[in-house]
């Protein structure tokens, strides 16, 4: 089973930058499609961004595109989410999640995924 552990959030000014990371204990990530999400207070949760271990094709929601950057570190079994040009509307406890080794879309729906971690609070204030 894998189990997932993110660390990087905070509190941040608006058109700041944070790296996330996604730590994985278990399984390595290298069959698993990762992804990250993100709930606002009030808001229902959304797909941020997910990476394929294939070919590390990604995928990102177009309210991040051009801002936020996934990347996988396979010797740490550890995902990241490099975000930068940070506004207030990005404020959201972050998530990251693991898809079954059979999942091979790279999406954002949140149904494919099947381990979750505990969450990280990202912070910008207007």
């Known amino acids: 089973q894998v189990q997932l552990v993110e660390s990087g959030g905070g509190s941040v000014q608006p058109g700041g930058s944070l790296r996330l990371a996604c730590a994985a204990s278990?399984?390595?990530?290298?069959?698993?499609?990762i992804g990250w999400f993100r709930q606002a207070p009030g808001k229902e949760r959304e797909g941020v961004s997910a990476?394929?271990?294939?070919?590390?094709?990604?995928v990102y929601a177009d309210s991040v595109k051009g801002r936020f950057t996934i990347s996988r570190d396979t010797a740490k079994n550890t995902v990241y989410l490099q975000m930068s040009s940070l506004k207030p509307e990005d404020t959201a406890v972050y998530y990251c999640?693991?898809?079954?080794?059979?999942?091979?879309?790279?999406?954002?729906?949140?149904?494919?995924?099947?381990?979750w971690g505990q969450g990280t609070q990202v912070t910008v204030p207007s």
């Open positions: 999640a693991a898809a079954p080794p059979w999942i091979v879309v790279v999406a954002l729906d949140e149904g494919l995924y099947e381990y």
């Open positions: 278990g399984p390595t990530l290298d069959h698993t499609v």
């Open positions: 990476i394929s271990p294939r070919d590390d094709s990604t």
